[in-house]
Each structure stands twice: as structure tokens, then as C-alpha cells.
């Protein structure tokens, strides 16, 4: 069966890094684009980041766009997120997710995704 394991949160201060992971299995992981989520306490989850099955097209939330890098490597089955110059505001439960259908085109629609990893924390405070 399908999974996705997160993993690389934790607590940064600002200004700090993190790179979260996502371990996929079950499926054919280079078919299919992946995304990056995240939900903060009392608020709904948004998207943050996908990445093409070939890794050459990318998306961001204007939120994060320059301080945080969505890559993959298909020959280990793993989604990355590199996030630099963290600020509070980026608190939250991040989610890697995988494309319901194999197609290309902004993909920043979350019901687009059908199958998500349990999240891995991210906390950023001083």
C-alpha cells in the first residue's frame, strides 16, 4: 500500500533552517508529482511547495518562495523540503502528499492529492 513518511522537523529559531523528508513506498514514486503541506493550529491546511515527477517544474506558495526548495530524488523514493530563513509564521505540521492522477500543470489544489504522510512537526521560535 501507498505510504508517506515525514521526517526532519523540529524546533529552529529564526532565521534558521530545516530540511524536511519524505520517505515514499507503494507506488511508482517518478510518476507522479508530489507536494508539500502544512497546517497551523486553528487554521486550514495550504498548500507550500510540489514538484513534478521529473523534478524539472516546481510551485511555491508566495509565502515561502525564496526561502524554501522543493526537491526530489527518484532513485532513493524521497521528496525533500529545504526551508532557510524560517520565521514564526511558518509553524506548523508539514504534509508531503502525492498527485491523485498523473498530469502536469499547477497542481496547487489539495483535493487534487489522495494519499498523505502523517506530518512532521516544525516549530519556530526563540
Known amino acids: 500500500q501507498v505510504q508517506l513518511v515525514e521526517s526532519g522537523g523540529g524546533l529552529a529559531q529564526p532565521g534558521g533552517s530545516l530540511r524536511l523528508s519524505c520517505a515514499a513506498s507503494?507506488?511508482?514514486?517518478?510518476?507522479?508529482?508530489m507536494m508539500w503541506a502544512r497546517q497551523a493550529p486553528g487554521k486550514e491546511r495550504e498548500f507550500v511547495a510540489a514538484?513534478?515527477?521529473?523534478?524539472?517544474?516546481?510551485y511555491y506558495a508566495d509565502s515561502v518562495k525564496g526561502r524554501f526548495t522543493i526537491s526530489r530524488d527518484n532513485a532513493k523514493n524521497t521528496l525533500f523540503l529545504q526551508m532557510n530563513n524560517l520565521q514564526p509564521e511558518d509553524t506548523a505540521l508539514y504534509y508531503c502528499?502525492?498527485?491523485?492522477?498523473?498530469?502536469?500543470?499547477?497542481?496547487?489544489?489539495?483535493?487534487?492529492?489522495?494519499?498523505w504522510g502523517q506530518g512532521t512537526q516544525v516549530t519556530v521560535s526563540s
Open positions: 502528499a502525492k498527485r491523485k492522477l498523473r498530469v502536469l500543470g499547477d497542481s496547487r489544489n489539495l483535493d487534487e492529492y489522495d494519499y
Open positions: 507503494g507506488f511508482t514514486f517518478d510518476s507522479y508529482t
Open positions: 514538484i513534478s515527477w521529473g523534478g524539472g517544474i516546481t
